[in-house]
T-cell receptor, first 111, second 114 residues
């Protein structure tokens, strides 16, 4: 799905630092999502947004924040309050009521 | 909230044999069930999905069956090939606005032996 771009591909976080993961889509999708994937596990929903300037918490929102100022962009900030941030982060988007399609992911590690 | 259990966690089959992966869900309101394939280090890719008003759906070598009464659904891959080797995830979604909140199973590592 070349229409969903996540950057960077790899990211390192120092203790006490906030980092922001980028997700951009040019598919004109209304809904966007952030998932966290830990080794050997399924995906868990962090936040999702159905429309601009609106978003809802998923199952594991603590320690994360998002914004949706533009339809095509849904950045995720991993704050210092997230004590175990090392994971593979996946962004997805969809038209209303349609299947979700994923970006290539960002791998976040702690320095 | 929704809980999705997926079995088995690993599955090895000989090339040409069939593979079956099973999932159960807890929320009877769930009405959409996609399956994703994820190769190592890559994005999950949708391979097939089914809605609750349908009992079975087939796409070439891949089929999904849904039993709403028992709250379980299964992925069937026939005539397996080495390129089918990957991790497969099931998911369930209940209606919650226009965005589908997916709850994923823990994944099945499928290995197709040549």
């Amino acid at each position: 799905d070349g229409g969903i771009t996540q950057s960077p591909k790899y990211l390192f976080r120092k203790e006490g630092q906030n980092v922001t993961l980028s997700c951009e889509q040019n598919l004109n999708h209304d809904a966007m999502y952030w998932y966290r994937q830990d080794p050997g596990q399924g995906l868990r929903l962090i936040y999702y947004s159905q429309i601009v300037n609106d978003f809802q918490k998923g199952d594991i929102a603590e320690g994360y924040s998002v914004s949706r100022e533009k339809k095509e962009s849904f950045p995720l900030t991993v704050t210092s309050a997230q004590k175990n941030p090392t994971a593979f982060y996946l962004c997805a988007s969809s038209l209303n009521y349609q299947p979700q399609h994923f970006g290539d992911g960002t791998r976040l590690s702690i320095l | 909230g929704e809980n999705v259990e997926q079995h088995p966690s690993t599955l090895s089959v000989q090339e040409g044999d069939s593979a079956v992966i099973k999932c159960t869900y807890s929320d009877s309101a769930s009405n959409y069930f996609p399956w994703y394939k994820q190769e190592l280090g890559k994005r999950p890719q949708l391979i097939i999905d089914i809605r609750s008003n349908v009992g079975e759906k087939k796409d070439q070598r891949i089929a999904v069956t849904l039993n709403k009464t028992a709250k379980h659904f299964s992925l069937h891959i026939t005539e397996t090939q080495p390129e089918d080797s990957a991790v497969y995830f099931c998911a369930a979604s209940n209606p919650s606005g226009s965005a589908r909140q997916l709850t994923f199973g823990s994944g099945t590592q499928l290995t197709v032996l040549p």
